[in-house]
């Protein structure tokens, strides 16, 4: 019974830490781009999350964990469950975690808009997003769906959150097109840099506490202090992705660049997410530090392009939760897999290629699922709305004005009353 | 003639120019001239000249290192009072006009002779250096570099010779101001990373290009000049500074015959470039293996050379 209670304290604990993650978010996407969209970024964050909160009870849980089939879940909408379980977590407590995983796969997403998309895109894509395409791939992998079924291992959602969320944030890009300014016409790219490093930096510590509810927490208790290990590993992988980027980008052009260095220790979190439930300390540096150099390599690989990718997103949660995902087929133990009785241990543990093949499919269903269903539905917005994207002059005078009407820094206008002189 | 002339000669003449000495020598030619048709229009216009002067070029102007594409750097020495000021700034201003009809752009940070920072009498000249390094923050000494780096076009070449025999009089007097002169060029924009590559711009317009100038010439061009100085030379092109300290120096020689090679290799990749902003930058695509390997021993061996003039500078100039 006590060890009952302090499971479902343990995983109330995780539930507030992922959501101050959005603290992190909304830092770190401010910090990432310009101070003329700096409000609306904060404000839309924080206003999605409360629409992506509203769906995942009517529908998004339903989908997921309801009785259904292989692919969707069809019960348990609107869903409030006051009872108390003997031998595990109470339902709402349940509930409450697996919805802030939503709410960071939708955020993810949203990065993908960063600058220029119009304020109605976010709100209709919130809906359809948390209806209909992170339930589901939430279905296959941790509902009763059919890569569960496969022993598919993604222990905190590399794929389900991570991936997912930059698959909706790539279709974005791809419909939405580069930001002004970004490209040159003989196709050079220009750095349009973020306003504040130290938002970037301060959001990076943010998610990486947050990261420990996130990873940790999904231990889903506190038996064996299990999530002492999940932590351990967890900050190896950041602290080796930090690492890793910092002295890749350095090697490269010879300058340690800020941003580059802080999306190191992100994908190093990403990358381990997935991993860091099944694989020894020393493999959790190995992911991490991959994660570390992948990311830089991806977000040159997105530049080049044309992909403009404000906030990193797609590198940062898609390239490297890819990695994150496949990594645990090289490096899943025998004890934390087969002991566990979650899928295979790892090509380097005597388990073949069986879990990695299981992880590569996970991976592309996944990825393929999440991109075109948002591909389609963001089409379909771009028909009916008259274009995601706002006027160029919209754009040119930021989105604080033209779709919230002040600043978030109000410092960037003149007063009233100077206007009026 | 007209400056519209004298653009037109350019247009014809510039590109059949074969080396980079050539190219320097028609710059000469065309600068002496606009100069010469700007003095007499002042003349016409204002009377004559009031005073002995001398026009000065400075930059890579005055150190006969300029590419196809140039701007303007350049300032006036009067021997006469304060009352002749208006004058020869008038002057100034309409070589400045004239050269940016010849094609000099206008130098960004103003170094011309339109400027009162820039033309001055005599006395107020040698009052301006001693100040800039009596004052030695970064920017004075930043000034006076670009200034000792001069040579006169036209004009009373004695006037400069005075004003740079205050520098090394200075110089003798407060030696410590060497260090503090060292100190002021001493970083070196890095041209080849760690696993040997070379490293251009990552982002914008120059993509993919590295910057000559600041990752390869400079460290030659700075370390003649802190050379010079403690030896009292007053020559400006960089390579007669090393013929002049060759004798002296002979671990010089090996340098000489490599920034000779340099400033050909800049010659051969900028001589098309169709304007100013773009001299400083080659394409790598534009560079053979071999090319690349060229252009890394040349920055490899000027950080080389910036560190024993600077060895050799604490050892014999800057304690007298």
Redesign the interface.
């Known amino acids: 019974m006590d060890t009952v209670l302090m499971d479902n304290l343990w995983v109330i604990i995780g539930t507030f830490l992922v959501l101050l993650m959005i603290g992190g978010f909304i830092l770190l996407e401010a910090g990432s781009t310009r101070m003329k969209n700096a409000g609306h970024i904060a404000g839309k964050t924080i206003f999605t999350i409360g629409i992506g909160s509203i769906v995942f009870w009517a529908v998004g849980w339903g989908f997921i964990y309801g009785d259904g089939n292989m692919f969707i879940g069809l019960s348990d909408f609107f869903y409030g469950d006051t009872s108390f379980s003997e031998d595990g977590l109470s339902p709402a407590v349940d509930f409450m975690f697996q919805m802030m995983f939503a709410l960071i796969a939708l955020t993810i997403a949203f990065g993908g808009f960063a600058e220029r998309a119009k304020l109605s895109a976010y709100v209709i894509f919130a809906v359809l997003f948390s209806a209909l395409v992170y339930p589901v791939v939430a279905h296959w992998i941790w509902g009763a769906g059919w890569l569960a079924d496969h022993g598919k291992q993604d222990f905190a959602g590399s794929t389900v959150v991570h991936l997912t969320g930059a698959m909706a944030a790539l279709a974005a890009t791809v419909i939405l097109k580069p930001r002004i300014g970004k490209y040159n016409k003989d196709g050079s790219s220009n750095e349009l840099a973020g306003h504040n490093q130290v938002y970037t930096a301060l959001a990076v510590l943010l998610l990486w506490v947050g990261w420990f509810g996130f990873n940790g927490a999904s231990t889903f208790g506190v038996e064996d202090a299990f999530f002492g290990y999940v932590i351990l590993n967890t900050q190896l992988g950041a602290a080796a992705g930090a690492i890793a980027a910092m002295l890749l980008v350095w090697a490269v052009t010879g300058k340690a660049d800020v941003p580059t260095t802080l999306n190191g220790a992100l994908a190093g979190l990403v990358a381990i997410t997935a991993s860091c439930g099944f694989v020894e300390p020393w493999a959790a540096v190995v992911i991490g530090a991959i994660g570390g150099l992948i990311v830089y390599a991806s977000m040159r690989f997105f530049d080049r392009a044309r992909i403009d990718d404000p906030i990193f997103a797609l590198s940062v949660h898609g390239t490297v939760g890819v990695w994150g995902t496949i990594s645990t087929g090289f490096f899943a133990t025998h004890e934390l897999s087969v002991g566990m009785d979650w899928g295979q241990p790892g090509l380097f543990y005597g388990g073949g290629f069986e879990q990695l093949g299981v992880q590569i499919l996970g991976v592309v269903a996944s990825g393929a699922y999440a991109f075109v269903v948002s591909f389609i539905i963001l089409k379909v917005m771009d028909k009916v709305m008259g274009g995601l994207r706002v006027s160029e002059e919209e754009e040119i005078i930021g989105l604080d004005m033209s779709e919230h009407g002040s600043y978030g820094y109000p410092e960037n206008i003149p007063h009233p009353n100077e206007q009026a002189k | 003639m007209s400056y519209e002339d004298i653009r037109k000669w350019r247009e014809q003449q510039i590109h059949l120019q074969m080396d980079h000495e050539q190219l320097n020598d028609f710059h000469d030619d065309l600068m002496l001239k606009t100069v010469q048709l700007a003095l007499e229009k002042v003349k016409v216009e204002q009377g004559e000249v009031p005073a002995p002067f001398a026009f000065f070029l400075m930059g890579s102007a005055g150190r006969r290192e300029q590419s196809i594409w140039s701007d303007q750097d350049h300032g006036i020495i009067f021997n006469g009072s304060e009352q002749h000021q208006a004058y020869f700034q008038k002057l100034g201003t309409e070589i400045v006009d004239g050269l940016e009809i010849v094609g000099y752009e206008r130098c960004e940070g103003k170094v011309m002779a339109s400027e009162s920072r820039w033309t001055k009498s005599i006395e107020d000249w040698k009052r301006q250096v001693s100040d800039w390094l009596d004052e030695e923050s970064w920017q004075s000494l930043r000034h006076f570099s670009t200034f000792f780096d001069s040579r006169v076009l036209l004009g009373e070449g004695k006037l400069l010779e005075d004003v740079k025999q205050v520098t090394f009089s200075y110089i003798q007097s407060h030696p410590e101001i060497m260090n503090r002169l060292v100190d002021n060029v001493g970083f070196i924009q ?1 041209g080849v ?3 040997g ?1 070379l ?1 251009p711009q ?7 290009q590295i910057n000559i100038k600041t990752t390869a010439l400079f460290p030659y061009v700075n370390a003649l000049r802190l050379l010079v100085l403690c030896n009292h030379i007053m020559k400006a092109p960089t390579l007669v500074r090393f013929a002049a300290l060759k004798e002296k120096y002979s671990f010089l020689s090996e340098y000489h015959r490599l920034f000779e090679s340099l400033l050909a290799f800049k010659f051969q990749f900028t001589k098309d470039v169709t304007e100013y902003e773009e001299v400083h930058y080659i394409p790598l695509k534009k560079l053979s293996k071999k090319d690349k390997q060229e252009l890394k021993e040349y920055m490899k061996k000027g950080a080389e050379l910036f560190q024993q003039a600077k060895n050799t500078i604490e050892k014999e100039c800057s304690k007298w």
Do not use: D, E, P
């Not at chain 2, 990552?202 to 993919?208: A, D, F, L, P, Y």
């Open positions: 890095k990373g760690v696993f590559q490293l990552q982002s914008g317009k120059r993509t993919g």
